[in-house]
């Protein structure tokens, strides 16, 4: 099996997306507006507790994951399996061809970005299918975590006992 080099890069997802400019609360607005959408994607531009930022909703579906890189869902779980027996090196780009975004804050205050609080029944405000990667003794490990915004510059994250855990242990 061998997968195609689809690059389409976020903003090409955000092409799809249904805009949203009416004022929306990061405390259960984008929530309630996805589940009244059928979980359209959708990308926020008035965010009530986040001024001047923007956000997206509903992105990496497994219908829309699947289209980008030209398989079909039912083959998903296979591509997966192929991929993790048959692993590869990253491809490195010059600085100056690779299209950067900066968001730089002289404090770090991680409230001021929007990080919605998604369930009621949440503690809070949680970075959803947030990627770790990390590396130790050269084994490189990449997992989706919710983390729990608990102030201006500290996450939370429950480590489940597996590679990333370990990893933690082992570093400690």
């Known amino acids: ?8 890069a976020f903003r090409d997802h955000l092409g799809a997306a249904k ?7 990061l405390i259960h607005g984008m929530w309630n507006h996805s589940r009244a959408s059928n979980h359209d994607l959708t ?5 009530s507790e986040s001024p001047g930022h923007r956000a997206a909703i509903n992105i990496l579906t497994r219908d829309r994951l699947c289209e980008s890189i030209g398989i079909s869902p039912e083959q998903y779980i296979d591509t997966l399996g192929w991929a993790m027996n048959n692993p590869s090196e990253p491809i490195l780009v010059d600085n100056a061809e690779a299209e950067c975004f900066e968001n730089r804050q002289e404090t770090v205050d991680i409230t001021q970005l929007p990080i919605p609080h998604h369930w009621p029944q949440d503690r809070g405000r949680y970075s959803s299918a947030s990627v770790i990667i990390a590396e130790d ?18 996450l939370v994250v429950r480590l489940v006992p ?7 242990m082992s570093a400690r």
Request: aromatic content about 6%; some cysteine; overall charge positive.
């Open 162 to 168: 597996r590679h990333l855990r370990t990893m933690t």
């Open 1 to 8: 099996m061998c997968l195609s080099r689809a690059n389409m």
């Open 137 to 154: 003794n050269g084994i490189r490990n990449m997992s989706f975590h919710r983390q729990f915004v608990r102030d201006s510059n500290h």
């Open 43 to 47: 990308l926020f531009t008035q965010i």
């Open 19 to 25: 805009e949203e400019a009416a004022p929306t609360s």
